[in-house]
């Protein structure tokens, strides 16, 4: 494993110790160019071009994984932000709705605000409607909240959608950019083997 994470320096370090071969070779001897130049063509067959590709690939793909993995991140760092904003709104909402009272109607709300979030998932439609109408002595379903709290609901939602759709596509675009680069890579890596073998 260590050798493909080494590939470059590997390949950098032939290089140069070729280059300085052949150099040496042909200020020193001048009669031996064509060996020099057949070493180093030789050095340049040696080279594993294939699992360099591979290693390009592999290294493309875990900076794809990353990137992807902040966008997720960050997609998700935006819907727990809209949740808040739309807690706030809620809570705006609420405040705008009743007044505030003292410390035994705040626990008398608190514990009527508990008991409404367990009648909701508890109770059909009809029957919370039915509920809300026998505690606040209304006739017919509250829409003075609702109104607010729904759109705030829909705008954050829709925001988020087109969020994570954005950020998937410009995902998908770059790694199939990045997957075509590493392609047109190695076929020129193998088109330059074969050149060199004949």
Known sequence: MGENQNWYRQLLALLLLST????????????????????????????????AAKALIRAIDDAALVSKEKVDTAIDTLRDSAVDAVDEAKHRAEKQAGKSGGGGRLRFIIGLAIGAAIAY??????????????????????????????????????????????????????????????EQVAQDAAQKTQENQS
Do not use: C
């Not at 052949?22 to 594993?48: C, F, H, K």
């Open 121 to 182: 998932f508890t109770l059909n439609q009809q029957r919370r409607d039915e509920l809300l109408d026998r505690l606040t002595g209304a006739s017919g379903p509250i829409q003075s909240i609702r109104p607010a709290v729904n759109q705030a609901t829909q705008a954050v939602n829709q925001t988020v959608d087109e969020a994570q759709t954005q950020a998937n596509e410009a995902t998908d675009t770059a790694q199939s950019s990045v997957t075509q680069q590493a």
């Open 20 to 51: 300085a071969k052949a150099a040496v070779e042909y200020l020193t001897n001048p009669g031996s160019r064509t060996e020099a130049a057949g070493q180093l063509r030789e050095a340049m067959q040696n080279i594993d071009y294939d699992s």
